[in-house]
Each structure stands twice: as structure tokens, then as C-alpha cells.
């Protein structure tokens, strides 16, 4: 609960604040995984390969959920926004020093 000056009392539940995960690994990676392990044996008509795959984008999706939830949330969403620092565009600043002998 968090209390404020003026007597407010506001309830915070901690499911809502959770990333969803399927067995601890985000939605979009968890489906990830499972298309690219299914893609995998259809393709190349390998069961184990197709598990292979999918257990080892498994592992990846979990390490990444736990390092930080958000990451692919906001990998996905950088394409949209302009960089604000190009070292290409960079310009040097000329800096005169004046000394008074």
C-alpha cells in the first residue's frame, strides 16, 4: 500500500507490475522460440533438431527475461525513434584559451 500526506490510500498489486511469462520467459520470446523450433522440423524433418532449437532459444529467452524484461520491449520500439547522437554528424567545438599574463 502506499500512503500519501493527504491520507490517500493507494493499493499496488504486484501481479500487475510483473512481466507475462510463459515458464519464466516473455510471451513474444517463448512463441519465438516455439515457431523457430517448429520451423526447424518441418523444414528439416528432424524432431530432435527441432527441439534443439527450441531449447536453446528457450534458454536464451529465459536469460534475457531475467538480465531485464524490458529489453525486447524496447529493442522492438527503437526503430521508431531518431537517434540523438550520431558520431558521423559529430562536429568539434573550437575552444580558444585566453590566459591574462
Not at 490510500?9 to 517463448?30: A, D, H, M, Q
Not at 528439416?44 to 536464451?60: E, K, R, Y
Not at 524496447?74 to 525513434?81: C, G, I, Q, T
Request: net charge positive; aromatic share 12%.
Amino acid at each position: 500500500m502506499t500512503e500519501y500526506k493527504d491520507g490517500r490510500v493507494n493499493k499496488v498489486y504486484k501481479s500487475i507490475n510483473r512481466p507475462l511469462t510463459i515458464l519464466g520467459v516473455e510471451r513474444k520470446l517463448f512463441f519465438a522460440a516455439a515457431m523457430m523450433g517448429a520451423a526447424t522440423f518441418n523444414l528439416m524433418g528432424s524432431f530432435v533438431g527441432g527441439i534443439l532449437v527450441f531449447v536453446t532459444l528457450f534458454a536464451l529467452g529465459s536469460w534475457a527475461t531475467k538480465t531485464d524484461p524490458k529489453n525486447l520491449h524496447v529493442l522492438l520500439n527503437s526503430a521508431k525513434y531518431k537517434s540523438q547522437y550520431c558520431p558521423m554528424k559529430f562536429k568539434p567545438i573550437r575552444i580558444k584559451r585566453i590566459t591574462h599574463d
